[in-house]
T-cell receptor
Framework: DTEVTQTPKHLVMGMTNKKSLKCEQHMGHRAMYWYKQKAKKPPELMFVYSYEKLSINESVPSRFSPECPNSSLLNLHLHALQPEDSALYLC??????????????FGPGTRLTVT | GQNIDQPTEMTATEGAIVQINCTYQTSGFNGLFWYQQHAGEAPTFLSYNVLDGLEEKGRFSSFLSRSKGYSYLLLKELQMKDSASYLCAVISSSGGSYIPTFGRGTSLIVHP
C-alpha cells in the first residue's frame, strides 16, 4: 500500500468556523508533512512531524494547528481562517531523513475555500 | 534561506527530448528531488540525486552538479501525457531536521 489518503476532498468554510483536515498512511512512514499550495505555485511547507513529534513549524499562523495522534494519522485543525487561506492543502509522508533518498508520497489534497 | 530557479514554461513536440533545468543556492544541501504534478493532482516522485552525476530511470534521467548548484531533468520520447508541471525540490538540513523546499515548477506542454 503506497497510498496517502486525505479527507475531505473539498471543504468550504466560513471565517468563524472550526474544521479539521485528516491525513492517513499505512506505509510505516515516521515523517509526515503538511503543505499549502496556491494555484500555479509550488507547495509551501507548513509543518513536519518526525516520530509523532513536531519538528518543523515554518512560521505558520496559529489559526492552523497540527496534530499527530499516532504514526499513521495527521490532522490539521483550522479556526478563524481568512479568505487568503483558500488553497490546496497537501499531506505527505516519508521515512525520516529525506537525505537518504526517501521520497515523499503525497495525498490527493484537500481543496479549501474560505468564504 | 533557499533560492531555487526553474523556467516557468516549456513546450516540446511528441517524441522529442526536453531538458528542464533547476539552479539552486542553499546551505546544508542534502539532496534534490524531481516531482511531476498534473493539474489538480498531487505531486508524484520521479527521481533523486545526492551525488554528482546522472541517474537514469526509463524515459527520465536526472543530473546533479553540486559545485554548480545545478540539476536537470531529461525526458525522452515525449508523450502527450507528459504535459504537466515538473517541480525541483532541494533538501537542506538544519538542526537535525531535513527541510524540503520546492521550486516554482516548470509547466511542460507537449504538442503533437
Amino acid at each position: 500500500d503506497t497510498e496517502v489518503t486525505q479527507t475531505p476532498k473539498h471543504l468550504v468554510m466560513g471565517m468563524t468556523n472550526k474544521k479539521s483536515l485528516k491525513c492517513e498512511q499505512h506505509m510505516g512512514h515516521r515523517a509526515m508533512y503538511w503543505y499549502k499550495q496556491k494555484a500555479k505555485k509550488p507547495p509551501e511547507l507548513m509543518f513536519v512531524y518526525s516520530y509523532e513529534k513536531l519538528s518543523i513549524n515554518e512560521s505558520v499562523p496559529s489559526r492552523f494547528s497540527p496534530e499527530c495522534p499516532n504514526s499513521s494519522l495527521l490532522n490539521l485543525h483550522l479556526h478563524a481562517l481568512q479568505p487568503e487561506d483558500s488553497a490546496l492543502y497537501l499531506c505527505a509522508s516519508s521515512q525520516p531523513g529525506l537525505a537518504g533518498g526517501h521520497e515523499q508520497y503525497f495525498g490527493p489534497g484537500t481543496r479549501l475555500t474560505v468564504t | 534561506g533557499q533560492n531555487i530557479d526553474q523556467p516557468t514554461e516549456m513546450t516540446a513536440t511528441e517524441g522529442a527530448i526536453v531538458q528542464i533545468n533547476c539552479t539552486y543556492q542553499t546551505s546544508g544541501f542534502n539532496g534534490l528531488f524531481w516531482y511531476q504534478q498534473h493539474a489538480g493532482e498531487a505531486p508524484t516522485f520521479l527521481s533523486y540525486n545526492v551525488l554528482d552525476g546522472l541517474e537514469e530511470k526509463g524515459r527520465f534521467s536526472s543530473f546533479l552538479s553540486r559545485s554548480k548548484g545545478y540539476s536537470y531533468l531529461l525526458l525522452k520520447e515525449l508523450q502527450m501525457k507528459d504535459s504537466a508541471s515538473y517541480l525541483c525540490a532541494v533538501i537542506s538540513s538544519s538542526g537535525g531536521s531535513y527541510i524540503p523546499t520546492f521550486g516554482r515548477g516548470t509547466s511542460l506542454i507537449v504538442h503533437p
